[in-house]
């Protein structure tokens, strides 16, 4: 079983700094898919970035970037130009290789993010 | 609006009644899932189905019944709850892909 770890429960950070989440996960599956969810107040989930394991580049989508280290397991993401509107709870995600539909999407425990003015 | 409709958006309920969450989605997806989020705990899988055909069932309990009748439609049916349900209820659809889940907005259930 795939099991997914964020050790940050809540962090803090001035509007237009960077701030950076991490997440590690355990697994046996050599190819995967890992992915950053964000849940405003609004508790609607919002896919901020999605990361192909068999893929060495890091996953980048405008002030949101990843830092991929496979062989850690490590899986980070990286806030830059933080916005008041980035203020949300955010959950990393991992799933196995798959081509069939009914794959199942594992979640870390959250990392409340905090925008401050 | 993400093309994942949930309602109802809350809901309150006492422990002998019965009621039921929707879940709708018109994104062309093939698979639908319900999810628990509980405070201070992480997101619970409880129910996949793909193709209409329930794939996963996680250990829920018998008071969660879910029922599928199409691929754009999936709900949970509840009878006899217990205050520990309380949570908020995620449905998500995906495509024969790997490009993760869509999600509704959630029903906030409270069991009193």
């Known amino acids: 079983a795939q099991t997914v770890t964020q050790s940050q429960p809540e962090m803090s950070v001035q509007e237009a700094e960077t701030v950076t989440l991490s997440c590690t996960y355990d697994t046996s599956e050599n190819n995967y898919y890992l992915f950053w969810y964000k849940q405003p107040p609004s508790r609607q989930m919002i896919l901020v970035i999605r990361?192909?394991?068999?893929?060495?580049q890091n996953a980048t989508e405008n002030r949101f970037s990843v830092n991929f280290q496979k062989a850690a397991k490590s899986f980070s993401l990286k806030i830059s130009d933080s916005q008041l509107g980035d203020t949300a709870m955010y959950f990393c995600a991992f799933m196995k290789h798959g081509n069939a539909a009914g794959n199942k999407l594992t979640f870390g425990g959250g990392t409340r993010v905090l925008v401050k003015p | 609006e993400t093309g994942v409709t949930q309602t109802p958006r809350h809901l309150v309920m006492g422990m002998t009644n019965k009621k039921s969450l929707k879940c709708e989605q018109h994104l062309g997806h093939n698979a639908m899932y319900w999810y628990k989020q509980s405070a201070k705990k992480p997101l619970e899988l409880m129910f996949v189905?793909?193709?209409?055909?329930?794939?996963e069932n996680n250990s829920v309990p018998s008071r969660f019944s879910p029922e599928c009748p199409n691929s754009s439609h999936l709900f949970l049916h509840l009878h006899t709850l217990q205050p520990e349900d309380s949570a908020l209820y995620l449905c998500?659809?995906?495509?024969?892909?790997?490009?993760?889940?869509?999600f509704g907005s959630g029903t906030r259930l409270t069991v009193v």
């Open positions: 998500a659809s995906s495509a024969e892909s790997n490009y993760g889940y869509t």
């Open positions: 189905y793909s193709l209409e055909e329930r794939v």
């Open positions: 990361q192909e394991a068999y893929k060495q």
